[in-house]
């Protein structure tokens, strides 16, 4: 796969989360997909094949009123392609945490891609 085309498949997949789009997500992604994502050195979340990462999906979007993600520096290489990102996205629920409905979160990260077949096989969401 061409790096032009890993990062037009990575958009697709950015533009789906930021819409909330739960199908425009599962379209960019093999069957097989593992997710995972590190907050502050601990995974706080993992799913293996797509029914798993659907669910989590479906379940996360519900959090958010909305929610963006920004590509800040893209990089490819071999099967695999990193990203830099920010994210800003405001709460839809009150969380266990203290955080309330309303209240903007905004964090900075990187998110890795490796590719199978033409689609997103493993993303590892990083901040």
Do not use: W
């Given at each position: 796969?061409?790096?032009?085309?890993?990062?037009?498949?990575?958009?697709?997949?950015?533009?789906?989360?930021?819409?909330?789009?739960?199908?425009?997500?599962?379209?960019?992604?093999?069957?097989?997909?593992?997710?995972?994502?590190?907050?502050?050195?601990?995974?706080?979340?993992?799913?293996?094949?797509?029914?798993?990462?659907?669910?989590?999906?479906?379940?996360?979007?519900?959090?958010?009123?909305?929610?963006?993600?920004?590509?800040?520096?893209?990089e490819a290489a071999g099967d695999m392609a990193n990203?830099?990102?920010?994210?800003?996205?405001?709460?839809?629920?009150?969380?266990?945490?203290?955080?309330?409905?309303?209240?903007?979160?905004?964090?900075?990260g990187r998110s890795e891609f490796v590719f199978c077949?033409?689609?997103?096989?493993?993303?590892?969401?990083?901040?």
């Amino acid at each position: 796969m061409r790096d032009e085309a890993k990062r037009a498949l990575i958009e697709r997949y950015l533009a789906a989360y930021n819409a909330l789009d739960v199908e425009g997500m599962m379209e960019t992604v093999h069957p097989d997909v593992e997710f995972s994502n590190i907050a502050n050195g601990e995974v706080n979340a993992r799913t293996s094949g797509a029914e798993a990462f659907r669910a989590l999906a479906e379940q996360s979007k519900k959090l958010f009123a909305s929610r963006k993600l920004a590509v800040t520096g893209f990089e490819a290489a071999g099967d695999m392609a990193n990203i830099s990102l920010d994210f800003h996205g405001v709460l839809a629920v009150d969380l266990p945490n203290g955080l309330h409905e309303g209240d903007c979160i905004t964090l900075s990260g990187r998110s890795e891609f490796v590719f199978c077949d033409g689609k997103l096989s493993k993303i590892t969401d990083i901040s």
